[in-house]
């Protein structure tokens, strides 16, 4: 598993142009927040429509919207194009980069922008339709152990007020705490057949549903080593990032100067960050190709009949 991180920080520095380009996503989308947020807003905010609701009451503002149809009706329109927008932003850069990592994991070859493009325009589809089957299991999932976890905690509560505090006591941490344990393991669980499908997505060219199906039916296959190595990478991602947070606290805690101290050394770490989360998912690309079953085995199809061709004169010439 460390040999295949390590291919995978190898990969990803060899593709360190795509740290702008996940930047350059994050950018677009905030533009587009502003550009599609702050001009209705201020037309509310010029109508009145927060004059009382400095005293706290959100229902002022509700009962504003509903007097001005039209307001509502621009808010939840401005939301509808960011989020497409955003969207197609975000999975077309995450296509890009997981193309150029796969192929660059294959042929050792630095970042190319014609195939960050190339991977973009393919998949960003194939990429929005896998997402747009996990989000509903997701939210399924989340909602499920949610619900289980409100009912033991109301169970827990009513018992209190009976009077038996040793029973609410075991019934709330019993029933609270699993539901966080259950939480826990379908997100993990979850989050493996998403990044191991996206992988396969492009890697393999299965289109969304196949990705899907392909996903799932890899981690099971592949249940221990597969969830394994993807838990090693949360872990690492998140120990990398708590101690990032650990080295700015002591600048937050300075007054004024520590303000500025910080932005620079924030967006290092955000860099880092990001870099991070590039070297996950080439090591993701190199841990499927070394499990991944025939035919495919990893290999991208473009590429498959070059590699054949580059094989036959050096068999021919060992004969």
Request: glycine share 12%.
């Amino acid at each position: 598993m460390i040999e295949t991180i390590q291919e995978g920080f190898r990969t990803a520095w060899r593709n360190l142009l795509l740290v702008p380009a996940q930047i350059a996503a994050w950018v677009i989308v905030c533009v587009l927040f502003v550009v599609l947020f702050v001009p209705p807003v201020w037309v509310m905010a010029a109508s009145g429509a927060f004059a009382e609701f400095g005293n706290g009451d959100p229902s002022l503002l509700l009962g504003w919207l509903s007097g001005h149809q039209w307001a509502a009706g621009t808010l939840i329109a401005a939301l509808l194009v960011w989020t497409v927008a955003a969207s197609i932003a975000f999975f077309f850069v995450q296509a890009g980069t997981i193309h150029c990592l796969a192929r660059s994991a294959q042929d050792l070859v630095s970042f190319e922008m014609s195939v960050f493009w190339e991977g973009g325009k393919k998949f960003w589809w194939p990429l929005t339709v896998l997402a747009s089957l996990w989000f509903p299991v997701v939210l399924g999932i989340v909602l499920l152990v949610g619900g289980l976890g409100f009912a033991a905690f109301w169970w827990a509560a009513g018992m209190a007020q009976k009077g038996n505090v040793g029973g609410a006591i075991v019934v709330g941490v019993m029933g609270v705490g699993s539901s966080v344990l259950l939480f826990l393991a379908a997100a993990l669980l979850a989050g493996a057949y998403w990044v191991y499908g996206q992988v396969i997505l492009v890697v393999e060219r299965t289109g969304g549903f196949g990705a899907f199906r392909d996903g799932i039916k890899f981690v099971n296959g592949n249940f221990l080593r597969s969830i394994g190595f993807y838990l090693l990478l949360i872990v690492g991602l998140v120990a990398a990032s708590m101690a990032m947070s650990i080295v700015t606290f002591p600048f937050s805690i300075i007054p004024v100067i520590g303000f500025f101290i910080q932005i620079p050394i924030q967006f290092v770490f955000m860099i880092a960050q990001i870099f991070l989360s590039i070297a996950m998912i080439a090591s993701l690309v190199h841990y499927y190709r070394r499990l991944a079953p025939a035919p495919g085995s990893g290999v991208l199809p473009g590429l498959a009949g070059q590699a054949g061709q580059a094989e036959q004169p050096a068999e021919g010439g060992g004969a």
